[in-house]
């Protein structure tokens, strides 16, 4: 699975270009290990929680090269740890700042000078340099990733093969080493087990509740079996002792040449890492490769609600993947059987999206960002249930519920696991559909709790009925559509509903008129294009569903009210060179007709929004520049619904969010919010204001940042009306934040880290490549942007599967 060709040398990352590098090793679901720039196993986040900067006591790989009884070299497989190194801000005595580097870290022990990294998601393929280590060593890692087969992408396994080649003169024989420390907190317990498909290192916990929140295990496991050749040998655990021990008999044990010696405590151990060892010992000619394969497994079985808790309710839930494979060793054992299948249809896939004709920045931001489907950010409830979080803290999860405004932007799932995002559809007209018609936007967990008391929200309701048309469209099954159709139509329609107390659009005009929620986390007062476009392409969506269930007359209302909303919105929210909001900043009385409403902010509307020092109402944009202002046209454009706004104001509007939104250089833009750009970085910003137009003294939140998501969206739409060189510059904008050295390629965060919107990315392969689909009539089309002298090449995926367009003269 080597990964090679000169086009992908925008994948290849060297010397400080790898000091943030943390790539996903884990399943959809499950969690992940991160591998780090230098070929460290980092970000421990297996728990069923985020836990980033985390280590596993002193796990790792090495390498050693032996001539006859003599050990020639040994190698920890890591490159240089790049600086600072002061040592971490961290508490606890006699560690952290002033300390140095982290003992756990390694980087005391002997360890190759130098590593090319080389990532092209989901497989990552490290070559380690050393002049004076008499061997050539690759290591090739990744979990599969598999478009549509949603089962073998979520297996709680990071999957790691070493090629070693001998480019000596003699024969050598080179030990593979896996390290694995037991995280357990109580009574660990390491034993090793031989198998008909390998040898496997387990880890657990003596005595511990299986149905405990903490119980688990691991597995470090390898398919080397003992053959005249090969041999595997294993300490089940290192020495034990005081200082540092541990350290010194493993660097000892691994200087002497031979199998190692297994060690066996009879007492089992608390409240420390307890490694043990695995290793694969081959002899290689001269001239010679070969492989040794181990996978590290995981089973944390038992989640639950750690951060609001419902004393009334049920607090905990089963994860997926223990529904499949039931301990670790279950998981290993299935990924060793099946792994040359495995590796085979993961490198197809990669393949396949990688031989796509775009831009490599493209490539980079669409094949980087799926990256999010294998973080933490993602949970698989008990019955396959896809659910999300917005991104990640450090130690937790960052705003819960699968947040409907937020993954309305996401575009990877919709396409590569149909069948994953049809289950977030299911879920959330099941169990997050109020009997007035509203959805709060954030689905609690476990599935079935109470509903979260809060305003529902436009862009994150109405989106909900456009992906439920995309996501129809992408599977064709209308019997789907069907069982979910009163749901839709009933959140459709609380626009008008005189039980809707933000009052959205009572009289059916087809623009927003009231209170309106939204994914900058207040409210905009008033028309405005954003918010408005989301509603006028929800109701032309949920006409053409209405339609297709024989709902004639309500079709018929729907479409309607859509032609006098865009024609309205068409001619009065357009000033010549964009969209813009519609509101009096002066007028109190627009805030005091919701005073009654729903608090926020611990206080009541006009406190929340009106500032009296200012005379004006706080968090709109008026007249500014929204990098969302034409949002509703992107996601019809994409599904395949067509005119939302007039088309040549639509491309009058992507021109002028490039005009004032992007900006080259940040260093003269005033940014008070979070910063995600910064120095000579450039970026879309969320809200400009041209000289002359009417700017809020107290804008909408976040109006100077840039965030990723939001910016894949713009960037994807100008390509789409023809400013392709000017949505490239961009994505490589956002890219180029993203290099390795000052930000982790494999991790866009905006409000935390591994960022559900920034998936939008994804629909740069269906911009490019003008994918249409409708398998409601058996169809899918391509109408390519570039075709160079006549030719094309793309990946593309729905349910029910994937494969390549291939475009000859």
Request: charge should be negative; aromatic fraction near 14%; charged fraction near 20%.
């Amino acid at each position: 699975m080597s990964l090679q060709g000169g086009k992908m040398d925008h994948f290849l990352y060297h010397g400080a270009k790898t000091s943030q590098i943390s790539f996903p090793l884990g399943g959809i679901g499950s969690g992940c290990i991160g591998l780090a720039g230098n070929g460290r196993l980092i970000d421990w986040e297996i728990f069923n929680r985020p836990n980033k900067g985390s280590v596993n006591g002193f796990s790792h790989f090495a390498v050693r090269a032996e001539d006859g009884e003599r050990v020639v070299a040994a190698r920890i497989c890591h490159g240089d740890l790049t600086p600072p190194y002061q040592g971490e801000f961290t508490g606890g005595m006699y560690r952290g700042f002033g300390w140095g580097p982290r003992r756990e870290y390694l980087t005391g022990l002997p360890h190759f000078v130098g590593v090319d990294f080389r990532g092209e998601y989901p497989l990552a393929e490290l070559t380690f340099h050393d002049d004076d280590f008499p061997g050539r060593v690759v290591l090739r890692a990744f979990n599969p990733l598999i478009p549509t087969n949603d089962k073998d992408s979520s297996i709680p396994a990071a999957l790691f093969e070493f090629s070693i080649t001998n480019p000596t003169a003699a024969p050598l024989t080179y030990t593979l080493a896996g390290v694995l420390a037991n995280p357990l907190p109580a009574n660990n317990l390491n034993t090793v087990e031989q198998h008909a498909w390998g040898h496997a290192l387990h880890l657990r916990s003596d005595g511990v509740d299986p149905a405990a929140i903490g119980y688990g295990d691991l597995t470090l496991a390898t398919d080397a079996g003992q053959t005249e050749e090969v041999t595997v040998s294993w300490q089940q655990y290192w020495f034990r002792g005081a200082w540092f021990d541990n350290l010194e008999v493993y660097w000892h044990d691994l200087m002497t040449p031979g199998p190692f010696k297994n060690r066996v405590y009879p007492e089992k151990q608390t409240g420390n890492a307890n490694e043990g060892l695995l290793a694969v010992h081959v002899p290689v000619a001269p001239g010679e490769t070969r492989r040794v394969r181990f996978v590290i497994t995981w089973s944390f079985p038992n989640c639950e609600n750690y951060w609001k808790q419902h004393p009334k309710e049920p607090n905990s839930w089963r994860n997926y993947y223990a529904t499949v494979w039931p301990d670790s060793q279950a998981s290993a054992q299935y990924v060793l059987t099946e792994w040359d299948r495995l590796a085979d249809e993961t490198r197809r896939y990669h393949d396949a999206l990688f031989a796509s004709d775009l831009p490599p920045a493209a490539l980079d931001a669409i094949s980087a960002n799926i990256s999010i489907l294998k973080s933490p950010t993602v949970l698989r409830l008990e019955d396959g249930t896809f659910y999300g979080w917005e991104g990640c803290h450090a130690a937790a999860g960052c705003c819960e519920g699968s947040c409907t405004h937020v993954w309305n932007y996401a575009q990877a799932l919709p396409f590569l696991f149909p069948k994953l995002e049809r289950s977030m559809r299911d879920a959330d007209y099941a169990y997050n559909l109020r009997p007035d018609g509203g959805m709060p936007f954030r689905l609690q967990l476990p599935i079935g709790s109470s509903f979260w008391e809060f305003r529902p929200c436009c862009d994150g309701q109405f989106g909900g009925v456009l992906k439920t048309y995309r996501d129809w469209k992408v599977c064709g099954d209308t019997a789907w559509l069907r069982g979910l159709w009163p749901a839709v139509k009933k959140s459709l329609e609380f626009a008008w509903s005189p039980r809707n107390i933000d009052r959205w659009d009572p009289d059916k005009t087809g623009v927003l008129w009231g209170r309106q929620h939204h994914t900058l986390d207040m409210e905009l007062f008033g028309p405005n294009s954003w918010l408005s476009g989301m509603y006028l392409a929800a109701l032309k969506a949920a006409a053409a569903m209405a339609g297709a269930l024989g709902e004639t007359d309500c079709a018929a209302e729907y479409r309607a009210i859509f032609a006098r909303g865009k024609a309205w919105v068409d001619e009065h929210l357009f000033n010549g060179e964009y969209y813009f909001q519609q509101i009096d900043l002066n007028d109190r009385s627009i805030i005091e007709a919701f005073e009654d409403d729903l608090v926020i902010q611990g206080g009541s509307a006009l406190q929340a929004y009106w500032t009296e020092e200012h005379g004006e109402i706080k968090y709109q944009i008026a007249e500014g520049s929204s990098i969302d202002q034409i949002l509703g046209q992107w996601h019809a454009s994409l599904y395949g619904l067509g005119e939302i706004f007039d088309p040549a104001q639509v491309r009058q509007a992507n021109a002028a969010i490039y005009k004032y939104n992007y900006i080259p250089v940040m260093r003269q833009v005033y940014n008070p919010d979070r910063i995600y750009c910064l120095n000579d970085e450039g970026g879309l910003v969320i809200c400009a204001w041209p000289e002359g137009s009417q700017k809020p003294v107290i804008p909408a939140p976040y109006s100077q940042e840039t965030m990723n998501g939001f910016e894949y969206s713009a960037a994807i739409h100008m390509i789409m009306n023809g400013l392709v060189d000017e949505g490239m510059e961009c994505v490589e904008a956002v890219r180029r934040r993203y290099d390795g050295e000052r930000r982790n390629p494999w991790n866009e965060f905006e409000c935390g880290s591994n960022y559900a919107r920034s998936m939008a990315s994804y629909a740069l392969l269906n911009a490019f490549s003008g994918f249409e689909f409708d398998l409601t009539q058996g169809r899918i089309g391509f109408n390519p942007l570039r075709a160079a002298d006549g030719q094309f090449r793309c990946f593309w995926s729905l349910d029910p599967g994937w494969g390549e367009f291939v475009l000859t003269p």
